[in-house]
């Protein structure tokens, strides 16, 4: 399964910026969530929607940021994580990251950085 992120970038403090990530390998229907890994800091979960669009959430993101998945014939894994409010503790790079048959994939990352 290969993991295909987009979306990151710079924003100032109380910004938004919208990360997107598909699949390019399975035509499975798959669990999606995304991580985040910031300076110094050990990756972290950010969020999750399965299969059945249900969603979690870490704490530090709960009502600012909105996970959500949409599904074409072609396209069964298209997840976006809509980041709202974003301060400067959000400055990571964000991975994209699902499950299959036990073995776990990981996108190549992308930059948000929230900075005035």
């Known amino acids: 399964v290969q993991l295909q992120a987009s979306g990151g970038g710079l924003v100032q403090p109380g910004g938004s910026l919208r990360l997107s990530c598909r699949t390019t390998?399975?035509?499975?229907?798959?669990?999606m969530a995304w991580y985040r890994q910031g300076p110094g800091n050990q990756r972290e979960f950010v969020a999750e929607v399965d299969t059945g669009n249900r969603t979690r959430y870490a704490e530090s993101v709960k009502g600012r940021f909105t996970i959500y998945r949409e599904y074409a014939e072609k396209q069964p894994n298209l997840a976006y994580l809509q980041m709202n409010n974003l301060q400067s503790a959000d400055t990571a790079v964000y991975y994209c990251y699902t499950l299959r048959l036990g073995r776990a994939y990981w996108g190549q990352g992308t930059q948000v950085t929230v900075s005035s």
């Open positions: 390998t399975s035509a499975l229907r798959l669990d």
